[in-house]
């Protein structure tokens, strides 16, 4: 009996030891939660855009001239890279459109990351990591190098694979995974590259192939094989339901990726700067992503 | 004489680049496809730290030879390319004492995130070695090197190019000439030979060569270093650090923000004003002034007369040379200190549990063997066992690890991720969309319609014509019209075994509309022979796929392997697919690889198929050993005994079986 109350005259007393202690855990816990709550809300990553298409269609170019304004030779990449590029003078981002022409803010040019991606075919991880990891993904620019998209050309086949695959994921964004729905509306630009080319397909053109391109590779897949694993082991959870664009439409077109809230626009330029439209208009339309 | 040399990072920007002679992209592309990405080349046994480009094996690409080193935390990548036919023994100093350089003045920029911009000014360094190296390389063997001179003629001797000069403005001239003394001097004072009075009369000249040609600079010192009376290097040298000299009244820039800039540069510094003129004016004088500061700092020093004089070229690069140098000498010596590797060894424990620990080999070897021995349990042949380790040891050496992050987990991840990228094809394997490509052309192209050929080989009784059928059945069920075509002319009863699957195959796809026919013509005829005539049969009756069934072979006969080659010729088809057997061990590789080359130069395997998987379980290594052999895809496997148990491969299916631990 004696002990108890001994502790509780312990405890109460004004010892020098718990004076201390309640002094630090009076400075420390609102330090604790400041840096708690901004930690969590804080961190204001830019906006980003991701550079994705398969290879040797000039993305690494396009995120050199975008960040120096000249053109720097490039080989094949291995690694992913993000750059910190700023919009130029003439371009306004789209969250500025509502500024007053005077406003201070607008002298401050609008930075982005643009991310690029190797487009190797066994490297592709890197891009649909990134694609499924969005960190304030703003927009997506796919580059198709317009100059191989002909009729029964390889490159044809090889790109529609990739944007397919692309667009498949974006769909699937809505369907299941948390993460992903996080990203809304993500605009798809395809820029078609390389127009200073003689053979370079016309924008609408590019569209019209890519699209047919995709009906028929969606048809394939539909029709191919299972992967291994799904008889296998009971790891079968992903359900069929990859079919890219609307449900038993005869054609894909890119419209139809509206509903998933993916709205795909091509556009053509080139990157080194030679006759034909440039990279204007890619400019304008990251300027109205920002 | 070198064609061009090239630093560049993994991402893909050329950073710095020198090229001598016009030499297509291509060349360094198929570098990076082939060796970095592809791994098609083994590399070397070096898995040092930093790999010379001794040790690493060159590459050769339609008359060039490329030699290359990396640096692994910077990411980045030295390529020199030369042609094939020139034998330069420097070439490996070069690029090794080119990286030391590099790394060692950039570094700190190559850091930076979030750019690709590094501003170098490296040409000067890369010519000082380029002319250090061929001097030392003529002193060993003058001939080599003058069968490597290029076939240019010789620029016309001092005089003459005296004259040529333009004329500077007086003031400039006195300033400049003023630095120049100095600066010979001052260079004179360091390098062992060489007399003033022949220096000074080669350096204008030197500037107007090294401003026409550099080829011609580089012969021109040689041809001095021949004869000892002229001292031309001398001259070469201070030629290109005079050059930003000159510039600099012309240009009216500073001498403290542009002290080492000329011509080439100016428009990289221009670059660094934001593109597109974002930042403001006043950033770009701050960025000004920093790179002011650093330079002024690393390079030069100022007279007594308040001019800027650049350090000697010679001495700051032997002096990083031999400091690399040494820090290798010294890391060497401090591991082996018996108190040092206590230590080290205490404070490795720890760091093991916590994490931020740079990872060393001896670190990794254990845990290396354990995956390797992992990797072998399932199956997969020891040389690829190897090989992946090797690759992910290269990966890991000098990465530091996360926190709370083991070594072990760090390695699973390593190895995962090369797994992932030696599994994945490099171009997609769609087969329908291959076969619709040339069996019905778009009539867009100018193709013709052909039927589309497959053909299927093997060692004995692995499952060709099982596994032939299993395709046929597929084909069938997506309404192709197919010929099996039973190249077997030797084994006794194969044409009658097709010719049960056939049936089968009518039987279940007739109410679908598929259609299928065999080919026969029985036993004891050229199996070639067979092949093309089928072939030709089936573009008449028009169908679509043609699947030739082949007989199995010995991978290490050479009678029964040369007839293949044959076989591909007439029969040329669009497909050659091997079938391997998921059980098979250590052989794999070697079968994979013989029946690769068997089909002659010109043509290789297009995909595996890996039957039985369904009977080994977890030890699916065969697929892993197939396909680091050849750098082949596997385009099936074959999961179970009935004609739809054919699948796809799913890499990340392949993956996790190869890593799971039972």
Same mark, same amino acid.
């Given at each position: 009996?004696?002990?108890?109350?001994?502790?509780?005259?312990?405890?109460?007393?004004?010892?020098?030891?718990?004076?201390?202690?309640?002094?630090?855990?009076?400075?420390?816990?609102?330090?604790?939660?400041?840096?708690?709550?901004?930690?969590?809300?804080?961190?204001?990553?830019?906006?980003?855009?991701?550079?994705?298409?398969?290879?040797?269609?000039?993305?690494?170019?396009?995120?050199?001239?975008?960040?120096?304004?000249?053109?720097?030779?490039?080989?094949?990449?291995?690694?992913? *890279?993000?750059?910190?590029?700023?919009?130029?003078?003439?371009?306004?981002?789209?969250?500025?459109?509502?500024?007053?022409?005077?406003?201070?803010?607008?002298?401050?040019?609008?930075?982005?990351?643009?991310?690029?991606?190797?487009?190797?075919?066994?490297?592709?991880?890197?891009?649909?990591?990134?694609?499924?990891?969005?960190?304030?993904?703003?927009?997506?620019?796919?580059?198709?190098?317009?100059?191989?998209?002909?009729?029964?050309?390889?490159?044809?086949?090889?790109?529609?694979?990739?944007?397919?695959?692309?667009?498949? *994921?974006?769909?699937?964004?809505?369907?299941?995974?948390?993460?992903?729905?996080?990203?809304?509306?993500?605009?798809?630009?395809?820029?078609?590259?390389?127009?200073?080319?003689?053979?370079?397909?016309?924008?609408?053109?590019?569209?019209?192939?890519?699209?047919?391109?995709?009906?028929?590779?969606? &048809?394939?897949?539909?029709?191919?094989?299972?992967?291994?694993?799904?008889?296998?082991?009971?790891?079968?959870?992903?359900?069929?339901?990859?079919?890219?664009?609307?449900?038993?439409?005869?054609?894909?077109?890119?419209?139809?990726?509206?509903?998933?809230?993916?709205?795909?626009?091509?556009?053509?330029?080139?990157?080194?700067?030679?006759?034909?439209?440039?990279?204007?208009?890619?400019?304008?339309?990251?300027?109205?992503?920002? | 004489?070198?064609?061009?040399? @090239?630093?560049?990072?993994?991402?893909?920007?050329?950073?710095?680049?020198?090229?001598?002679?016009?030499?297509?992209?291509?060349?360094?592309?198929?570098?990076?496809?082939?060796?970095?990405?592809?791994?098609?080349?083994?590399?070397?046994?070096?898995?040092?730290?930093?790999?010379?480009?001794?040790?690493?094996?060159?590459?050769?690409?339609?008359?060039?030879?490329?030699?290359?080193?990396?640096?692994?935390?910077?990411?980045?990548?030295?390529?020199?390319?030369?042609?094939?036919?020139?034998?330069?023994?420097?070439?490996?100093?070069?690029?090794?004492?080119?990286?030391?350089?590099?790394?060692?003045?950039?570094?700190?920029?190559?850091?930076?995130?979030?750019?690709?911009?590094?501003?170098?000014?490296?040409?000067?360094?890369?010519?000082?070695? *380029?002319?250090?190296?061929?001097?030392?390389?003529?002193?060993?063997?003058?001939?080599?090197?003058?069968?490597?001179?290029?076939?240019?003629?010789?620029?016309?001797?001092?005089?003459?190019?005296?004259?040529?000069?333009?004329?500077?403005?007086?003031?400039?001239?006195?300033?400049?000439?003023?630095?120049?003394?100095?600066?010979?001097?001052?260079?004179?004072?360091?390098?062992?030979?060489?007399?003033?009075?022949?220096?000074?009369?080669?350096?204008?000249?030197?500037?107007?060569?090294?401003?026409?040609?550099?080829?011609?600079?580089?012969?021109?010192?040689?041809?001095?270093?021949?004869?000892?009376?002229?001292?031309?290097?001398?001259?070469? @040298?201070?030629?290109?650090?005079?050059?930003?000299?000159?510039?600099?009244?012309?240009?009216?820039?500073?001498?403290?923000?542009?002290?080492?800039?000329?011509?080439?540069?100016?428009?990289?510094?221009?670059?660094?004003?934001?593109?597109?003129?974002?930042?403001?004016?006043?950033?770009?004088?701050?960025?000004?002034?920093?790179?002011?500061?650093?330079?002024?700092?690393?390079?030069?020093?100022?007279?007594?007369?308040?001019?800027?004089?650049?350090?000697?070229?010679?001495?700051?690069?032997?002096?990083?040379?031999?400091?690399?140098?040494?820090?290798?000498?010294?890391?060497?010596?401090?591991?082996?200190?018996?108190?040092?590797?206590?230590?080290?060894?205490?404070?490795?424990?720890?760091?093991?549990?916590?994490?931020?620990?740079?990872?060393?080999?001896?670190?990794?070897?254990?845990?290396?063997?354990?995956?390797?021995?992992?990797?072998?349990?399932?199956?997969?042949?020891?040389?690829?066992?190897?090989?992946?380790?090797?690759?992910? @040891?290269?990966?890991?050496?000098?990465?530091?690890?996360?926190?709370?992050?083991? &070594?072990?987990?760090? *390695?699973?991840?390593?190895?995962?991720?090369?797994?992932?990228?030696?599994?994945?094809?490099?171009?997609?394997?769609?087969?329908?969309?291959?076969?619709?490509?040339?069996?019905?052309?778009?009539?867009?192209?100018?193709?013709?319609?052909?039927?589309?050929?497959?053909?299927?080989?093997?060692?004995?009784?692995?499952?060709?014509?099982?596994?032939?059928?299993?395709?046929?059945?597929?084909?069938?069920?997506?309404?192709?019209?197919?010929?099996?075509?039973?190249?077997?002319?030797?084994?006794?009863?194969?044409?009658?075994?097709?010719?049960?699957?056939?049936?089968?195959?009518?039987?279940?796809?007739?109410? @679908?509309?598929?259609?299928?026919?065999?080919?026969?013509?029985?036993?004891?005829?050229?199996?070639?022979? &067979?092949?093309?005539?089928?072939?030709?049969?089936?573009?008449?009756?028009?169908?679509?796929?043609?699947?030739?069934?082949?007989?199995?072979?010995?991978?290490?006969?050479?009678?029964?392997?040369?007839?293949?080659?044959?076989?591909?010729?007439?029969?040329?088809?669009?497909?050659?697919?091997?079938?391997?057997?998921?059980?098979?061990?250590?052989?794999?590789?070697?079968?994979?690889?013989?029946?690769?080359?068997?089909?002659?130069?010109?043509?290789?395997?297009?995909?595996?198929?890996?039957?039985?998987?369904?009977?080994?379980?977890?030890?699916?290594?065969?697929?892993?050993?197939?396909?680091?052999?050849?750098?082949?895809?596997?385009?099936?496997?074959? &999961?179970?005994?009935?004609?739809?148990?054919?699948?796809?491969?799913?890499?990340?299916?392949?993956?996790?079986?190869?890593?799971?631990?039972?």
């Amino acid at each position: 009996m004696a002990s108890t109350s001994d502790w509780a005259q312990a405890l109460l007393s004004p010892s020098p030891l718990g004076l201390v202690i309640a002094i630090l855990l009076a400075i420390s816990i609102p330090l604790f939660l400041h840096s708690v709550v901004f930690r969590a809300s804080g961190l204001t990553t830019l906006p980003s855009i991701l550079l994705i298409g398969p290879s040797d269609s000039g993305k690494t170019s396009l995120l050199t001239l975008f960040e120096r304004g000249t053109n720097a030779s490039t080989h094949t990449s291995q690694a992913p *890279i993000s750059v910190e590029c700023s919009l130029p003078v003439s371009n306004t981002a789209g969250s500025d459109k509502y500024r007053s022409a005077h406003d201070p803010t607008n002298q401050a040019h609008k930075k982005f990351l643009l991310i690029d991606t190797p487009g190797h075919g066994k490297l592709r991880h890197h891009a649909l990591d990134n694609l499924t990891n969005p960190q304030n993904l703003k927009g997506l620019i796919f580059i198709v190098d317009a100059a191989t998209l002909s009729a029964g050309d390889e490159g044809l086949r090889q790109t529609a694979d990739y944007l397919h695959d692309t667009l498949l *994921i974006l769909q699937k964004r809505m369907a299941g995974n948390k993460a992903l729905k996080a990203l809304k509306d993500l605009p798809v630009l395809i820029a078609a590259n390389k127009m200073d080319l003689f053979t370079a397909l016309p924008a609408a053109l590019v569209k019209s192939t890519l699209e047919s391109e995709i009906t028929k590779v969606r &048809v394939s897949r539909s029709k191919g094989l299972l992967d291994s694993g799904i008889g296998m082991d009971e790891g079968a959870d992903d359900e069929k339901d990859d079919w890219l664009g609307e449900v038993g439409s005869q054609d894909f077109k890119f419209y139809q990726m509206e509903e998933f809230d993916v709205t795909v626009e091509v556009i053509g330029g080139n990157v080194t700067g030679g006759e034909g439209p440039t990279v204007e208009k890619w400019w304008s339309w990251i300027s109205e992503r920002l | 004489m070198l064609d061009s040399f @090239e630093i560049l990072t993994t991402s893909g920007v050329v950073l710095w680049s020198k090229s001598y002679t016009s030499i297509s992209p291509s060349i360094v592309n198929s570098l990076i496809t082939n060796v970095f990405i592809e791994e098609r080349t083994l590399p070397g046994a070096g898995i040092a730290d930093d790999i010379s480009a001794a040790n690493n094996p060159p590459y050769k690409h339609d008359l060039h030879t490329l030699k290359w080193t990396t640096v692994k935390e910077l990411g980045l990548i030295f390529v020199a390319v030369y042609r094939s036919l020139l034998h330069l023994s420097w070439i490996d100093k070069l690029v090794d004492n080119i990286r030391t350089i590099f790394v060692d003045l950039y570094g700190d920029q190559l850091k930076k995130p979030h750019t690709t911009l590094v501003e170098c000014h490296f040409d000067e360094y890369f010519d000082q070695q *380029i002319r250090e190296l061929e001097k030392t390389s003529l002193n060993q063997d003058p001939r080599s090197t003058e069968s490597a001179a290029p076939d240019e003629v010789a620029p016309p001797l001092t005089p003459k190019v005296f004259a040529d000069e333009p004329p500077p403005l007086p003031g400039l001239l006195s300033r400049g000439q003023s630095n120049n003394n100095y600066r010979d001097s001052a260079s004179n004072g360091s390098t062992p030979v060489g007399t003033p009075d022949a220096s000074r009369p080669t350096t204008p000249a030197g500037h107007l060569l090294t401003g026409k040609a550099k080829p011609g600079g580089s012969r021109r010192s040689r041809k001095a270093a021949n004869t000892p009376t002229v001292y031309a290097s001398s001259g070469d @040298e201070s030629s290109s650090k005079k050059r930003p000299m000159k510039n600099e009244p012309k240009k009216g820039r500073k001498w403290t923000a542009e002290g080492m800039a000329d011509e080439d540069d100016d428009t990289v510094l221009d670059y660094s004003l934001p593109a597109n003129g974002a930042t403001s004016g006043e950033d770009e004088a701050k960025d000004r002034l920093g790179a002011a500061e650093i330079d002024q700092a690393t390079w030069g020093s100022k007279t007594g007369k308040g001019q800027f004089v650049l350090k000697d070229l010679d001495d700051q690069v032997n002096s990083i040379l031999t400091s690399a140098d040494a820090k290798k000498v010294d890391s060497a010596a401090t591991s082996t200190g018996l108190f040092g590797s206590g230590m080290s060894a205490i404070g490795g424990l720890f760091r093991n549990v916590v994490g931020g620990k740079t990872l060393t080999k001896e670190d990794l070897d254990k845990a290396m063997k354990g995956m390797e021995d992992h990797l072998l349990k399932k199956n997969v042949a020891r040389e690829a066992a190897i090989r992946l380790c090797e690759g992910v @040891e290269r990966e890991l050496i000098g990465v530091k690890t996360g926190n709370f992050e083991s &070594v072990q987990a760090k *390695i699973q991840v390593a190895m995962e991720s090369s797994l992932r990228k030696i599994l994945t094809p490099t171009s997609s394997l769609d087969l329908l969309r291959e076969i619709d490509a040339i069996s019905s052309p778009s009539p867009l192209s100018l193709q013709k319609k052909r039927p589309y050929v497959i053909s299927i080989v093997g060692v004995n009784g692995v499952g060709k014509s099982t596994n032939l059928s299993k395709i046929g059945f597929f084909l069938l069920q997506n309404k192709y019209k197919v010929l099996v075509v039973a190249c077997d002319t030797f084994r006794s009863g194969a044409v009658e075994q097709l010719a049960v699957h056939v049936r089968n195959l009518k039987e279940l796809t007739a109410r @679908e509309g598929g259609q299928v026919e065999l080919y026969q013509k029985g036993y004891g005829k050229d199996a070639a022979n &067979v092949a093309k005539d089928a072939v030709t049969f089936a573009a008449q009756e028009e169908f679509d796929v043609v699947l030739i069934d082949t007989a199995g072979r010995r991978h290490n006969d050479q009678r029964l392997m040369s007839s293949l080659e044959k076989f591909a010729k007439f029969a040329q088809p669009d497909k050659i697919l091997m079938v391997g057997e998921a059980l098979v061990g250590t052989d794999s590789v070697a079968q994979a690889r013989n029946f690769n080359t068997a089909f002659g130069t010109d043509r290789s395997l297009d995909g595996f198929i890996i039957s039985k998987c369904d009977t080994v379980g977890d030890m699916v290594g065969t697929l892993v050993s197939m396909v680091h052999a050849t750098n082949v895809p596997v385009l099936f496997v074959g &999961v179970g005994q009935h004609y739809s148990d054919l699948r796809n491969l799913s890499v990340k299916w392949a993956v996790e079986k190869l890593l799971s631990s039972n």
